[in-house]
């Protein structure tokens, strides 16, 4: 199985910060790296895919960026809305693969 | 717009099977270039992907999970659905049901709201 690791698992920011998640595959996954936000309660929701293409409705200031092995999920300018947690996940092959999670914090 | 939903008992014994049901709506589940997908997540964990359906019935499973998991499709009723056996207390998760694409890369979306389900004697 391809391991997804995720750092940090928990950060501390205040509205208006740039936020950067990292997220690292035990061996080369191209770019097929997909970003999930999670909030309390609800299902994850796909914000980014392919590594960098963005899903329909998620605001600019999210972006991804990657291939190989490390990738990078940036939020610009945090919202209060973008407290959450964030997952990455491994599509290039079976078993499919996330990362333990990075919950976002409120300073 | 395709939209997912899960349907199942909230309460299992252990040792005994759960079994949840996910309708699509939106779309067909027969649509050639989706796969519909199991996703679990314990609470307060991450989340591990069980396995996935094609509708010609055609399935991948988790090693993790292969022994004990039957996923299964009725296109007649657009839904499909979830068998796992012998359970404990360990697979007291939300399970939630997701679209992915046959092509390459793909991704799940949707995802169903998720139903929780409490393996408890």
């Known amino acids: 199985d391809i391991q997804m690791t995720q750092s940090p698992s928990s950060l501390s920011a205040s509205v208006g910060d740039r936020v950067t998640i990292t997220c690292r595959a035990s061996?080369?996954?191209?770019?097929?790296l997909n970003w999930y936000q999670q909030k309390p309660g609800k299902a994850p929701k796909l914000l980014i895919y392919?590594?960098?293409s963005f899903q329909s409705g998620v605001p600019s200031r999210f972006s991804g960026s990657g291939s190989g092995t490390d990738f990078t999920l940036t939020i610009s300018s945090l919202q209060p809305e973008d407290f959450a947690t964030y997952y990455c996940?491994?599509?290039?092959?079976?078993?499919?693969?996330f990362g333990q999670g990075t919950k976002l914090e409120i300073k | 717009q395709v939209q997912l939903q899960e349907s199942g008992p909230g309460l299992v014994k252990p040792s005994q099977t759960l079994s949840i049901t996910c309708t699509v709506s939106?779309?067909?589940?027969?649509?050639?270039?989706?796969?519909w997908s199991w996703i679990r997540q314990p609470p307060g964990k991450g989340l591990e992907w069980i396995g996935y359906?094609?509708?010609?019935?055609?399935?991948y499973y988790n090693p993790s999970l292969k022994s004990r998991v039957t996923i299964s499709v009725d296109t007649s009723k657009n839904q499909f659905s979830l068998k796992l056996n012998s359970v404990t207390a360990a697979d007291t998760a939300v399970y939630y049901c997701?679209?992915?694409?046959?092509?390459?890369?793909?991704?799940?979306?949707?995802w169903g709201q998720g139903t929780l389900v409490t393996v408890s004697s």
């Open positions: 996940q491994q599509s290039y092959s079976t078993p499919y693969t």
């Open positions: 939106g779309g067909s589940i027969s649509n050639s270039e989706y796969y």
């Open positions: 997701a679209k992915g694409f046959t092509s390459s890369p793909d991704w799940f979306d949707p």
């Open positions: 061996q080369s996954i191209n770019i097929y």
């Open positions: 359906i094609y509708y010609s019935g055609d399935t």
């Open positions: 392919a590594a960098s």
